[in-house]
């Protein structure tokens, strides 16, 4: 999807309306997440939500969904990363997702923003401050 039809509000709300395709009938905790990259010189959107599975383990995050998404599309750097789920304050990415986000780091102030399920509660980061001193092998 294009971001130049999409401003921050439509990415929001297309967040807000991807969280009913969450499958999370274990936690009820429901997330979307949307990765931005740049692509032939324009902005992109990709989606993701969480699949949980019967085998808790299996559960792929949204931020990591997103990703995969963003992959096939032909993502190669996340120029900025959006949260939403359907709790009262904001989640941030788990340990596992800044590992696999880590991955895809071109641009350290690349923001991450993470809101609450009415939109009113944010926090606010960047890609490199998510997992800092991360492994590389650069
Ligand atoms: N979850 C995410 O999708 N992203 C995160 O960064 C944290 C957790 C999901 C996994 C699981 O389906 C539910 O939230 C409760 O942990």
Redesign the pocket.
Known sequence: MRKELMKQDDILAALKDKLSH?H?P??G?Q?A?AVEYIQNGETHIAFG????NVSYGL???????AISNAIIEGMKHITALY?I?NQSEA????GA?RQVVSEFIDNEDAPVLCFDHSLQKKWESTLGELLPNRFTLK
């Open positions: 969450s999370s274990y936690s905790v997330v997440a939500v969480n699949v949980e559960t792929v995050c949204a931020e990591r969904s949260v789920s989640i941030s990415p788990c997702c």
